[in-house]
């Protein structure tokens, strides 16, 4: 029987050694290294008494060699059963191993495929959606789960991706007249796990619309229950799907590698397949039991003649897609103005013309949007774009961008046409964490570029030697990247001087990510992304005292944009985009600006796998760092992720905003009274800690404790009233409330302690949680505008003046902080 169940089912039957000693090995090493695998605990919603495990394993960890898992199933559920008083463990639902894009990895280059791999191929088109499993609980009850959780309802009861996929099931197996315990009982018998993609937009949109034929659970897949990864062939799927109701998955099959390659080459210029678009393909076969003699086998982490799966992805036109999604927010968050779109999403002349198109748009009828920061209305809006780029305003348009962009470069060509570039400088804009020395290796990788790092130099005054290595590097190469923060004029100008009597003159190329979203987002996605490297790093290295947050706040203080005039030409990065969509970013630019030949998918994979095994070849000693102690902050607060001064013009602009406010507003701006660049919602202050037993004391310690999570849960709340007397402005804040889409497994510590801070925070404090604007001088304290939100929340209203916000909903994380 199962541990802690009153359920009769017999499990004994259903335990295999080899699986029960895979899983005691991953509780093993969760307890040694928790941050290697993790695992979290859900009820099955069939039978609460039945516990099953989700294990989850570090995404950065599977690209090592040998691998640290002793699996590489990528979803892993698992049940302990007690059999004779001793814990054995059941495999009870299996996802694929993990696999990877074309020359993502070593092992998946064209020519180890080649190598280590056996006919035959079979090409199945790659769903666009989230995944589901579904397999037997007992022999008459099923489970369903996404990759890595059993989800329940969020706290607006937004249904989890495995009840939407479980009310799938129940319409498919309706459909063809079928029933769970039916389903449950074959799953059982065959020890499967279904493997199906969800593609459902009014659930969720993804880059690719679903017409209602095809929503649904599209069957890719069914697993055996096992430690080894075995799954069965194409039609033994179909005919599954077809019996139960499934939408079955497209597919072809080819007999060799090469053809592989140029069947999806030739796919991929086309953009569709069977009449339809598609982002790619996974290709199916097996490790060869006897590999060939070329290639070396021991590379990867796949044991001869098991089922073995890679990936063929198309770049166009998702990656333009995805920058109209983005776009389309920040408009309607910052408000319809071209200023607004950051620079690195105006490369492309279509992406130009659609922020044009969807700014009228918002001001036309900004009602229809209303769903779009939830997901919904996407496709929609994009679909209504590429509708109307075919028509004669539309063509127009696109002419008329085309025409301006020419003359834009013909001009910039006349500028310059006295102007002969020799030598190149590519020079980072940046602050640590945005990835720029991942990016500078794979170019180093891709084109050859000379490449030096100032973290390299352990020198007291290191700006110098850093000079001098960069000059000396140019001797050899056409390019060299100086790969430094730069994030200060004064840097860029000593590069410039540096090569300034240099014949031909030397070109300098930005590689700038703009600091042109909010602060607060800012720090959060880089202090995770040094959270995530550890201690490869030169100096900068995460640490329990949390230093290198402070570290990054200063860097942020300080940073200084990238000027006109400043560099040659610029490559405008994206922080928030992932290391992949980065590297394409400054190829094309590259590509572009040097006239270099594009690499191929499989160079870019390779490029990318170096990037990721990067280690830095000199590194500070650990007995070399001063040990800091801690440091508490003076306060714990809530960072809204917005651009304050831009969403307080816009609204305090509008008709309905009385006189006296606007005047008010106006002076806070032309004084610059207006706060620093990092608006916080104060929670509680070290000053107003009474007793280890008080209320503030509690809530000190909770923020604590979500200051200190590996990754910090997010937060969604709504801005409510601007609210006003003559000597301070502030903005109200309500319906606090745990992120649903922070991507954070629903039972995890950080998911749990975020819940535990909304339920315990203090009504008291609810009630005059705000953003101060500003205040009308130096002499009156920022705390007079928590006076100022009590007062008038109370209904002392006399004196205050207000607006309203109309739905406007902000993300944010609760972090200490010393100013």
């Given at each position: 029987m199962t541990s802690g169940s009153a359920s009769p089912v017999d499990f004994r039957s259903r335990i295999n050694d080899e699986d029960s000693k895979l899983i005691a090995r991953l509780y093993a090493l969760t307890k040694k290294s928790p941050k290697l695998v993790r695992s979290t605990e859900y009820a099955a919603p069939a039978d609460p008494a039945i516990k099953l495990r989700s294990w989850k394993m570090n995404e950065f960890k599977y690209y090592d060699i040998p691998s640290p898992f002793p699996t590489l199933a990528r979803g892993l559920f698992t049940q302990e059963v007690q059999v004779d008083n001793e814990t054995k463990y059941r495999i009870v639902v299996r996802g694929y191993d993990k696999f990877f894009n074309i020359g993502e990895v070593p092992w998946t280059s064209w020519a180890s495929l080649e190598s280590h791999t056996s006919p035959p191929y079979t090409l199945t088109q790659k769903s666009n959606g989230c995944i589901i499993f579904i397999a037997a609980l007992t022999p008459t009850k099923l489970v369903v789960t996404s990759k890595h959780a059993i989800g329940t309802a969020d706290e607006s009861g937004n249904l989890a991706h495995s009840q939407v996929g479980h009310k799938?099931?129940?319409?498919?197996?309706q459909d063809a007249g079928k029933t769970e315990e039916e389903l449950a009982k074959v799953l059982w018998k065959k020890n499967w796990t279904a493997v199906a993609e969800l593609c459902d937009d009014s659930f969720e949109e993804h880059v690719l619309p679903y017409s209602q034929e095809k929503t649904g659970l599209h069957l890719h897949g069914l697993n055996e229950c096992s430690k080894h990864f075995r799954t069965m062939p194409p039609n033994v799927v179909d005919a599954f799907a077809s019996e139960w109701g499934f939408i079955q998955t497209l597919s072809t099959e080819v007999k060799t590698i090469p053809e592989v390659k140029s069947f999806t080459e030739e796919i991929g210029r086309a953009g569709k397949w069977r009449g339809e678009a598609l982002e790619g393909f996974v290709v199916r076969t097996h490790v060869s039991t006897d590999p060939p003699s070329k290639g070396n086998p021991s590379l990867s982490p796949y044991e001869p003649g098991s089922c073995f799966f890679f990936k063929v992805k198309f770049d166009e036109p998702y990656m333009m897609y995805r920058d109209w999604r983005e776009v389309t927010k920040i408009l309607l968050s910052k408000g319809?103005?071209?200023?607004?779109?950051p620079k690195s999403k105006m490369r492309r002349l279509e992406t130009r013309l659609y922020s044009q198109w969807v700014i009228n748009e918002i001001k036309r009828d900004r009602k229809q949007f209303d769903q779009y920061t939830r997901g919904r209305g996407i496709i929609s809006t994009r679909e209504r774009f590429l509708k109307w780029l075919q028509s004669p305003d539309g063509k127009k348009a696109l002419a008329g961008e085309k025409m301006g962009l020419h003359s834009n470069e013909s001009a910039s060509a006349e500028l310059n046409s006295d102007k002969t570039f020799g030598k190149t400088i590519i020079v980072p804009v940046a602050i640590p964490g945005v990835g720029k020395t991942s990016i500078a290796v794979a170019l180093v990788y891709l084109f050859g570029f000379g490449h030096t790092q100032s973290d390299d130099i352990r020198a007291k005054k290191p700006a110098p030697i850093f000079i001098k290595n960069v000059t000396n590097l140019l001797k050899k190469h056409d390019v060299v990247i100086a790969d430094k923060n730069n994030h200060l004029q004064q840097h860029r100008q000593q590069l410039r001087d540096a090569t300034a009597n240099m014949r031909p003159p030397v070109r300098l190329i930005g590689l700038n990510w703009s600091f042109d979203i909010p602060q607060s987002t800012i720090h959060r996605i880089c202090?995770?992304?040094?959270?995530?490297?550890?201690?490869?790093?030169q100096t900068l290295r995460a640490d329990t005292s949390r230093s290198y947050e402070d570290v990054l706040w200063m860097f942020l203080n300080k940073a200084e944009e990238l000027q006109e005039g400043e560099v040659d030409a610029s490559i405008e990065m994206d922080i928030e985009e992932d290391l992949e969509s980065a590297l394409k970013r400054a190829v094309d630019g590259c590509v572009d600006i040097l006239g270099l030949p594009r690499p191929d998918a499989e160079k870019m994979g390779e490029a990318l796998a170096v990037a990721r095994g990067y280690s830095p070849p000199t590194s500070k000693k650990k007995d070399e760092e001063k040990k800091k102690a801690p440091s508490e902050p003076r306060y714990f607060a809530l960072l809204p992720e917005l651009d304050l001064v831009e969403v307080m013009k816009k609204r305090m602009n509008e008709e309905d905003v009385p006189p006296e406010g606007k005047t008010f507003w106006e002076t806070l701006l032309a004084n610059k009274r207006t706060g620093d660049r990092l608006p916080h919602?104060?929670?509680v202050h070290s000053k107003s800690v009474q007793g280890d037993d008080s209320d503030s004391k509690r809530l000190w310690d909770l923020c604590r404790g979500l200051n200190l999570l590996p990754k910090s849960p997010l937060f969604t709340f709504?801005?409510?009233?601007?609210?006003w007397n003559d000597r301070v402005m502030a903005v109200t804040i309500s319906n606090l409330a745990v992120c649903s889409d922070d991507n954070l497994d629903p039972q995890s510590d950080e998911r749990t302690k975020a819940?535990?801070?909304?339920?315990?925070?203090p009504s008291d404090v609810r009630e005059r949680l705000h953003i101060t604007v500003g205040t009308q001088s130096q002499d009156i304290p920022p705390v007079e505008a928590k006076d100022l939100v009590e007062r008038w929340k109370a209904g002392q209203k006399e004196g205050i003046g207000e607006c309203a916000f109309t739905d406007l909903w902000v993300k944010g994380r609760v972090k200490g902080l010393q100013r």
């Open positions: 799938w099931l129940k319409k498919h197996l319809p103005t071209m200023s607004h779109v202090s995770e992304r040094v959270a995530a490297r550890g201690e490869n790093h919602v104060t929670v709504k801005l409510d009233h601007v609210v819940i535990e801070f909304v339920i315990k925070l």
